[in-house]
């Protein structure tokens, strides 16, 4: 089935570094979701964005939709032991549907 | 706020056992989702349904079956469980806006089979 393709796999930090990671498709995705994942907890939304170039933000988190459409970026400003977790990207993979599919994921890690 | 309830988080089955994964979701959302984890492969859809009694397959719907009778309930049956499906699945739900809405997480049931 289709995928997306996260990048880096894992990331290991200091803590009060900036981390940036990207998701990408082979198609166009017309939504992009990006969650977190704490250890041992279902992912929780961090950031969605509805149209190309869009750029959001979310406290120190910054995420932006691609002008192809078929990537999206996810930056996180000034890192802090509680940013670890499996960060993933998810958007629906055609038009009309709910069904959304789920990146590789980034996993982070923060060394105080 | 959203509530996605799973019934168990951890299990351990035989193989060949049937097994049942529960999930039930206090929101009205029409659509549910299950989901498996696996490290390296991200989540990937094991079924979506849209509706009572409508599903639809996703990326890896083969050893697996779903139940959907009333809205809020979503279950998912390995008919035979297999050693390689131990992981860790994930039920979720959203609101139908047919553009890739929000979806809610419940806490994930970890499946060992044995």
């Known amino acids: 089935g289709q995928q997306l393709n996260q990048s880096p796999q894992s990331m290991f930090i200091q803590e009060g570094e900036d981390v940036s990671m990207n998701c990408t498709s082979s198609s166009i995705f017309n939504t992009w979701l990006w969650y977190k994942q704490d250890p041992g907890e279902g992912p929780v939304l961090l950031i969605a964005l509805y149209k190309a170039g869009e750029l959001t933000s979310n406290g120190r988190l910054t995420a932006q939709f691609g002008i192809t459409r078929k990537d999206s970026f996810l930056n996180i400003s000034a890192s802090i032991p509680s940013d670890v977790g499996i960060y993933f990207c998810?958007?629906?993979?055609?038009?009309?549907?709910?069904?959304?599919?789920f990146g590789t994921g980034t996993r982070l890690q923060v060394f105080p | 706020d959203v509530k996605v309830t799973q019934s168990s988080r951890y299990l351990v089955k035989r193989t060949g056992e049937k097994v049942f994964l529960e999930c039930v979701q206090d929101?009205?959302?029409?659509?549910m989702f299950w989901y498996r984890q696996d490290p390296g492969l991200g989540l990937r859809l094991i079924y979506f349904s849209y509706d009572v009694k409508m599903k639809e397959k996703g990326d890896i719907p083969e050893g697996y079956s779903v139940s959907r009778e009333k809205k809020e309930r979503f279950s998912l049956i390995l008919e035979s469980a297999s050693t390689n499906q131990t992981s860790m699945y994930l039920c979720?739900?959203?609101?139908?806006?047919?553009?890739?809405?929000?979806?809610?997480f419940g806490e994930g049931s970890w499946l060992t089979v044995v």
């Open positions: 998810a958007g629906p993979p055609s038009y009309n549907t709910d069904k959304l599919i």
């Open positions: 929101m009205d959302h029409e659509n």
């Open positions: 979720a739900s959203s609101l139908s806006t047919l553009r890739g809405n929000t979806i809610y």
